[in-house]
């Protein structure tokens, strides 16, 4: 029958489009939220909209080249009935120190060694804080 197939093929499209709906339809979980909705609140050197990731790659790569812990340079928690780092407070003079620190690797960098790329055209840092460091707070000392 003509008609009953008809009903048929127009419930099979409406069923489609209400699971294509239900796809596309978006999910609102936290978990899918950009990192950009959490700011680093005290950023001066290093990017103001780096992701969470990212930034934590930076913090392991200069505690690993000066061989300390996340303590060297940033300062206890104000509050003390907590054991935290306040990351964002600049109490420690090594901080700033390290800031400058990243300001003059990146000048030797653009300076003398630009010439290095990526096959994007960015200059490859050939001059990092391990190059002196090598593990060591103090480089001038042996
Ligand atoms: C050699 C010094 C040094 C060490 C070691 C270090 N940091 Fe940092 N950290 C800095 C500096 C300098 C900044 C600020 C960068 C800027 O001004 O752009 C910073 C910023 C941060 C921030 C952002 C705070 C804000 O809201 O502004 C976090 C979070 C952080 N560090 C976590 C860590 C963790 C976790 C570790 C250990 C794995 C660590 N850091 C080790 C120097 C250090
Ligand atoms: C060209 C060599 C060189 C590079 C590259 C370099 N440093 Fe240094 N850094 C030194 C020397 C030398 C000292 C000691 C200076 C002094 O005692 O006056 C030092 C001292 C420091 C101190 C102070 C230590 C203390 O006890 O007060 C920090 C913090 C630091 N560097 C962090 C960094 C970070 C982070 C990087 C990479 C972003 C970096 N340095 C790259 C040579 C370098």
Known sequence: MLHGKKI???????????????????????????????????????PKNISHEDLDKVMDNWKAALGVKCNFCHAPSQDSTSHRLDFASDAKPEKDVARHMFKMTGKINKKYFNFDKDDKGNAVPTVTCMTCHRGNPHPEEK
Do not use: F, W
Not at 24 to 46: F, I
């Open 8 to 46: 048929a093929v127009a419930l099979t499209l409406s069923a489609l489009m209400i699971i294509g709906m239900a796809a596309t339809r978006p999910s609102g979980s936290p978990a899918e939220k950009p990192l950009a909705d959490k700011p680093h609140k005290n950023l001066k050197v290093l």
